[in-house]
Structures are given as C-alpha cells and as structure tokens.
C-alpha cells in the first residue's frame, strides 16, 4: 500500500476523530471562542477517556505507542472545528513530553510519562525569550547546579498554555557557557516556589489557547528534573520536529477546514442569477486552494510516516512546515475573498481560520527561520545569521 494512502485502520481512526470533533467539539468552539478560555477539565479528561492524549506515547507508559501519523491525524481532525481541543492533543502527543520519551531518564519516564494519557500532567515548552526568538541560542535564562538542586533564573515569553499547563519543559543556559553548547532543559512544575506568570497575552487568534511569560525568580527544582544537560541543545531540537509536524498539521487542518467551507459556500451563493462557483475564477481560485492543501498534507505524510515511531528527518520538516504555514494564510486569505463581506464577518467562521493561520506560522520556527534550514541541508554547510563579529567573539 502507498505511504499516501490512509490504511484501514487509520481511516476508523480518522472517522472517530471526526464524529467526535463534530459532535462534541464543533458545539464548544464558539463559546470557548467568545470567552478566550481553554478547554475545560471535564472536555481534556474525554479526549483522555478516547486514548486521544496518549497515541504515541509508548505502551509501558500507558499510551498505545502508535506512530505519528496517528496522532496527526486526529489533531488535523479536532483542529479543523475547534483548536483548543486539538491543542491538548498536540501537546500530549507531539510536545515536550516527547523529550522525556526520548532523552529522558529511566526515573524521569517513570514519573511523568504515565501521567500524559490520563490528561493528569499537561506539559508545555518554554524556549523563547524577550530578546531570544528566532534566535534560540540567545537565551539568557540561567541555571546552575546546587547540590541536589537545578536552580533556574529568568524570563520566558509566547508560552503556549502558560499559566495554565501543569509542568515546563524550561530550555536553559548552564553556567554562562555560551552558544548552543550551554543550553540544556529541566522540567519545572507550575507551583515551583519563584515561578510567576505574567498576564495573559492578547493575540488576534488563538482565543482558546492560554499564552503568558513565565518569571523564574531563582527556581529550585529537584536536580532529578534535568531532562537535557548542558551541551543537549541538538537532541532537543531533533524531539522539537515532531512538534513542528504537529504544527504544520494545525495549519493543514485550518487550510482543508477553509477550502471544505469556500467548496460549499460558492454551490450556494448567487449572483447575478448564478451559482457564483459557475465563475470561472471562482473555480480558479478553489483549484488554487486544493492544489495548496494537497501539497500541504503530502509534505506533511512524507516526513510522519518516515519518522514512523522514531524522530522525524529535518529536511523533510522544514519543507513541510514551511509549505503548510504559508499555505494556512494564503488558503484561508482566498476562502475569505470567495465568501466575500460574509468573509469578513464572525458569524460564518472563515476569519477565525484567517487569525488562526497567522499564529501557527510563527509559532514554533517562522518559514523564514525554515528556509534557512533548507538551504543548509541542501549545501551541507551552516549558516550563521550574525554579524562577523560575533561569530568571532
């Protein structure tokens, strides 16, 4: 069978996945729209209840140790009606509690792992920083090792579910060693004495999904809970492209959801006493739109099914994150025009896709910050973004 082509089982998966998001999820989106909240306990404990949280987290751990191709699907599935549903999916399948999975230790996977199929753990990532963004090795947030203790010092910003996850995967500098050798990661529970959060960030989308800095005022977390020493910064970026897929797939699913609304929409609407999908740039543009989507999903596929259970290949991530980010914005920017003022308008739901787009294609390695890496792999050589100077100091 075609790597292309769903199997059997991933077909019933699928068709649960969309049952649920039709029937239970679709109904919540608007609400959870309106009033910028996440989804609530009782809702993540259902996705727990559907095996949805633990699809590839290894079967030891109590999840069902599926390949990544599963869980994307449901993510894409979810994500298409209401994001914040897809999000706890997302993170408990392709977030940082990969990097225990991974890189974790023995004691680690024992302690945390189990507690993600159950929706009792939610771990979010803490990478950016106020003058780190794009580039991560920048970060200044400090730690040092005391005794029996990490101790963890400053600012984290755009944490998605910030205020809100119960455990962070902080990405850290060891001892001021500078560079990506320095860098390393500690999980740090929500109520850590020292950590604060700031308020929570308005964003133009991305209602249902909480985002605030993180202030790590000398946080002293059991020196059990380094996941990733210093010198880790290349591991944990490997485990950070399962998250990139996860990525690309909310901006696969905003994309089919606009091109499925857009398909219906122009069969209904008239004008000037015609079906306005009788136009010919009509069909122009909704070919446009298939074509984008398509594309999309296949980049997608290609680097799920080769990552099978194991850590995806990074050519093959960039080129599908960067293909499926502009695509969200650029297929949901179309599906606005052929809805026309009804496009601009809350009531039918394509400008929400619009904002939404928007914020996955910043999130998590801009296409900007993609295209580099593609160029890398290409030539087999770096390339350093900083002045001479700097590369040299």
Avoid at 156 to 169: E, F, P
Avoid at 307 to 332: H, I, Q, R, W, Y
Wanted: net charge negative; proline share 5%; aromatic share 8%.
């Amino acid at each position: 069978m075609s790597d292309f082509q769903f199997s059997d089982d991933e077909r019933a998966l699928q068709q649960v996945a969309a049952e649920v998001a039709r029937e239970v999820y679709a109904p919540l989106a608007d609400d959870l729209e309106e009033r910028h909240e996440p989804l609530p306990e009782q809702e993540v404990a259902r996705l727990a209840d559907l095996g949805f949280l633990g699809i590839c987290i290894p079967e030891e751990f109590g999840g069902a140790g599926a390949p990544l191709t599963d869980a994307l699907i449901v993510v894409e599935e979810l994500a298409k009606v209401c994001r914040p549903a897809a999000f706890q999916v997302f993170e408990a399948n392709v977030g940082p509690a990969r990097v225990l999975e991974f890189f974790g230790t023995p004691e680690q996977q024992q302690a945390f792992l189990p507690l993600v199929p159950t929706g009792a753990m939610t771990m979010a990532i803490g990478i950016s920083e106020p003058d780190a963004g794009s580039a991560a090795t920048d970060m200044r947030t400090s730690a040092r090792i005391e005794g029996d203790e990490v101790v963890i010092r400053g600012t984290k910003r755009w944490i998605s579910n910030g205020g809100h996850a119960t455990h962070y995967l902080v990405y850290c500098r060891f001892d001021d060693v500078p560079g990506a050798k320095g860098i390393g990661a500690v999980v740090v529970p929500a109520d850590a004495p020292g950590l604060t959060y700031g308020a929570r960030e308005r964003l133009m989308g991305w209602k249902g999904i909480p985002s605030a800095d993180l202030y790590l005022d000398d946080v002293r977390v059991p020196l059990d809970n380094l996941a990733v020493p210093a010198g880790g910064f290349r591991d944990l970026f490997g485990v950070f492209s399962i998250e990139r897929l996860g990525n690309s797939t909310m901006s696969l699913a905003l994309g089919q959801a606009a091109l499925d609304k857009a398909t219906a929409y122009v069969q209904e609407r008239k004008a000037f006493g015609r079906t306005i999908v009788e136009f010919q740039s009509v069909q122009q543009t909704l070919a446009d739109m298939k074509l984008q989507v398509d594309a999309a999903r296949l980049l997608i596929r290609r680097a799920a099914v080769n990552a099978g259970t194991g850590l995806p290949d990074t050519l093959e991530v960039s080129l599908a994150k960067c293909f499926a980010n502009e695509m969200g914005k650029k297929v949901t920017d179309w599906g606005m025009q052929l809805f026309g003022g009804n496009g601009y308008t809350v009531e039918y739901g394509m400008e929400r896709l619009h904002r939404d787009a928007h914020g996955w294609a910043i999130a998590g390695g801009t296409p900007a910050i993609q295209r580099t890496r593609i160029a890398s792999e290409l030539v087999g050589r770096g390339f350093s973004q900083r002045p001479e100077s700097a590369v040299r100091a």
